[in-house]
């Protein structure tokens, strides 16, 4: 059992370390697979 809270930010982190998996996979620039993971880590981290 995890808080309301606490099992948001566990899903949010699953589904947001694929994504991120999938970004850093593609055929991108370093400038834009940087950009994409800074995104990421802003999405993942805000509380609301």
Same mark, same amino acid.
């Given at each position: !059992?995890f808080?309301?809270?606490e099992? +948001? &930010?566990?899903?949010? +982190? &699953?589904?947001?370390?694929? &994504? !991120? $998996?999938?970004? *850093? !996979? ?5 400038? $834009?697979?940087?950009? $994409? &993971?800074?995104?990421?880590h802003?999405? *993942?981290?805000?509380?609301?």
């Amino acid at each position: !059992g995890f808080t309301p809270f606490e099992a +948001m &930010v566990r899903a949010r +982190m &699953v589904y947001y370390s694929l &994504v !991120g $998996e999938f970004t *850093l !996979g593609t055929r991108t620039n370093q400038a $834009e697979r940087l950009a $994409e &993971v800074r995104l990421q880590h802003t999405i *993942l981290t805000r509380r609301d």
